[in-house]
């Protein structure tokens, strides 16, 4: 193995010989577990620091940023903005795992530099959990988090983590801090009783049941697992061995019959990853749990109550970020009903849902999945659901259904000819995609990606 504690050095010394930190994460997951690592380490040192969890680095963000502290650490970005950054600070560090732009003499410790794959193998938190490895050995303990990123990057998403996540793996099972098995790999094995837990499946979308209690009412009863125990809702974790394999069985042959393809069934069991110093039945038990909590801090600008959870905050900020959990689902629930109140339009070859300001952007996508789980769309059309975004664009998701990418469909070209040949940008995978378009293009939008999505799907 090669010698990667040598590699991060100059940001281990810069962190050792300074003091008067700033450190500024991106607000995601692994960013925010990243933050979590980097700012435990500093506290362990008796340094002080201010910490600034944020969606992008552009020039005037880090304007904004200028002059709170002597010294900038980057953690989970950084290595894509190195002239902004260069132009605009004098003393920093950065510690990332995303493909570099430009060149710096400061301390830049990134997965690619050494050859490691940072889109698969380590994530940010990664690559600051080797950082405070490198300053003391007695910091293993923070591994825990270094998998809550990876997980939180969807770097398990073959149903393992894989590479070099899984020597981070080992530190943690060594350290005593997270051990891991195979089981079901869907957010809530721990943190939601069993009708929500399928209902709030996005990954895979399961139509007719992700969005759909009586969906999920049903299905549970016709395999014969209890709902509840006495009074009490059941968890997954609370079913037998027998109940886990009926449930996740039954889960397989109705995906099958969705036409949910193969590949993707099979990740539906792999490896979870449980922290052992943490209560059963949180949000901080379970690695994809955890991230899922940290993304909803995120994406309501609150990343910095995500961070004090990953510092060990099981109190008042845990609680706050539960909440924004809780707020997250309920605006997701809200923009169900809004698509089924408004009701969706009917096209030749697609759905479209115009939601203005009704939907957030940042949550148009998902809503838009989840409409077939509830059946307010039918599975034989894809859906654009439109919104209005922070710059007043006009953003599309487009979403749509195993069976329809069988025969032919791929969204994430339709998405980028159609925006492109309006004046916007666009592009994505075959069943989800997204394009930002000019206001007053629309309609000519929609027209054009009608007939490209015909075309695909007469090959
Ligand atoms: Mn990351």
Not at 269 to 280: A, I, M, P, S
Not at 402 to 417: D, E, T
Not at 418 to 441: D, L, M, N, T, Y
Request: aromatic share 8%; hydrophobic share 40%.
């Amino acid at each position: 193995m090669m010698d990667i504690s040598k590699q991060a050095r100059p940001v281990v010394e810069f962190i050792k010989d300074n003091d008067n930190f700033v450190v500024v994460s991106h607000y995601d997951a692994d960013g925010l577990a990243s933050a979590g690592i980097i700012n435990t380490v500093l506290e362990r040192l008796g340094k002080t620091y201010e910490c600034i969890p944020t969606k992008q680095l552009d020039s005037e963000r880090i304007e904004l940023i200028k002059g709170k502290g002597d010294h900038y650490i980057f953690v989970d970005f950084g290595s894509g903005q190195i002239p902004t950054i260069e132009q605009n600070l004098d003393s920093f560090a950065i510690i990332d795992h995303h493909e570099t732009l430009g060149r710096t003499d400061k301390p830049h410790f990134n997965a690619h530099l050494f050859g490691l794959d940072g889109a698969k193998e380590i994530s940010g938190a990664g690559m600051t959990y080797l950082v405070a490895k490198a300053i003391d050995g007695s910091n293993r303990d923070l591994s825990a988090l270094a998998i809550v990123g990876a997980v939180g990057d969807m770097q398990d998403s073959t149903g393992k983590l894989i590479g070099f996540n899984r020597k981070i793996l080992e530190d943690a099972v060594q350290a005593n801090v997270l051990e891991y098995k195979n089981d079901i790999r869907l957010f809530g094995r721990h943190s939601r009783p069993l009708i929500q837990f399928l209902m709030y499946s996005t990954e895979p979308i399961f139509p007719g049941l992700t969005a759909n209690e009586q969906g999920c009412i049903h299905f549970l009863n016709e395999l014969g697992i209890p709902l509840k125990d006495d009074d009490t809702w059941l968890y997954y974790v609370d079913l037998t061995e027998e109940q886990k394999r009926r449930l996740i069985s039954g889960l397989y042959v109705y995906g099958k019959r969705q036409n949910i393809p193969e590949f993707i069934l099979k990740a539906l069991v792999g490896e979870v990853y449980e922290l052992k110093n943490e209560r059963d039945k949180t949000f901080v038990k379970d690695a994809k749990d955890f991230a899922t909590l940290l993304n909803a801090c995120g994406r309501h600008e609150q990343g910095i109550i995500g961070v004090k959870v990953c510092m060990g905050d099981r109190e008042t900020y845990y609680k706050r970020a539960e909440q924004l959990l809780a707020m997250h689902r309920k605006m997701l629930s809200e923009g169900i009903r809004y698509a089924q109140e408004k009701g969706v339009e009917e096209r030749e070859h697609c759905y479209v849902l115009n939601a203005g300001n009704h939907i957030k952007d940042t949550l148009i996508g998902v809503v838009a999945g989840m409409l077939y789980g509830a059946q307010v769309i039918e599975q034989s059309k894809p859906i654009l659901a439109f919104s209005i975004d922070e710059s007043g664009k006009l953003k599309c998701s487009g979403r749509a259904t195993w069976s329809l990418v069988r025969r032919g469909l791929h969204l994430g070209k339709a998405m980028k000819n159609a925006a492109s040949s309006v004046g916007g940008e666009g592009g994505g995978h075959s069943i989800a995609a997204g394009a930002r378009i000019p206001k007053e293009k629309y309609e000519e939008f929609i027209q054009i990606i009608d007939s490209i999505i015909a075309e695909q799907m007469k090959q």
